[in-house]
């Protein structure tokens, strides 16, 4: 049992460090020069491509002879995995992370068709082809020595992990702090980017990984408030109906 659970780990972060790496490719051709910071965590991997592909294969797997079911769903699945990961990740630092609203056919700037088409083509490799080849080379190390090395990898992972997540609610943090004197999302925006450029090297880090994410506000509203911001506002309409009466 933990044996196979330490295979499925190594596959995990072996599909995450692929992601990382077809992430700064991508990144790289956009920019037209080498980019190495990408994704939230310090080392090279991207677990959301490690989730994604986690899911694929449990769930997939049965349509490896259907290319044609396995392309669409591959797409569904990740692009529902995309989606929901950027929505609570909003949610929870009060931050978007990616935006694809400058891109055609998207939904709600969280998931795009260009992506969920490469979604789709990435699982039809990776149960076909990559996944089967991962196995049975992770397969063919001795077990003792794959389960130390999933363990050694298991703590780097961890720890990289707290680290980041600290990061990320400390900028959280910066955000909450401009919200009380602001009520602009795109002048925060750039106040906690120009606050953060400044700080730790983890913080700059994050804000390079992800050089379009806004900080977007978490609006408190007092209903009381607004109750008696409407009635001053009615009875300002009756006082100037009254003096046109007049």
């Known amino acids: 049992m933990w044996y196979q659970i330490c295979i499925w780990f190594c596959l995990f972060l072996i599909y995450s460090f692929l992601g990382w790496c077809a992430e700064i490719t991508w990144a790289s051709i956009d920019k037209k020069k080498l980019v190495f910071n990408r994704g939230f965590l310090i080392g090279p991997y991207c677990p959301l491509y490690g989730v994604g592909a986690w899911l694929m294969i449990f769930f997939l797997h049965r349509y490896e002879k259907d290319f044609v079911v396995l392309f669409v769903l591959s797409a569904v699945v990740c692009s529902v995995l995309e989606y929901l990961t950027g929505y609570l990740l909003e949610k ?3 931050t978007r992370w990616w935006d694809y609203t400058h891109r055609r056919w998207n939904l709600n700037g969280r998931v795009c068709l260009g992506n969920s088409l490469m979604f789709g083509a990435a699982g ?25 090395l999933a363990c050694i990898l298991l703590f780097i992972f961890l720890l990289d992990l707290i680290i980041s997540l ?36 983890l913080k700059s880090r994050l804000l390079r990984a992800f050089p379009s994410a806004k900080f977007t506000l978490k609006l408190k509203v007092n209903p009381l408030k607004k109750v008696k911001e409407l009635l001053a506002e009615i009875q300002k309409i009756k006082e100037k109906a009254k003096k046109k009466g007049k």
């Open 92 to 94: 929870v630092f009060h």
């Open 124 to 148: 039809v490799l990776l149960i076909a082809l990559v996944n089967p080849f991962l196995h049975r080379l992770l397969s063919m190390i001795p077990h003792v020595v794959l389960m130390i």
């Open 166 to 201: 600290h990061t990320m609610f400390q900028i959280r943090k910066s955000t909450a702090l401009l919200e009380k004197n602001k009520d602009n999302t795109e002048e925060i925006t750039k106040l906690v980017r120009a606050a953060l450029e400044k700080g730790t090297k």
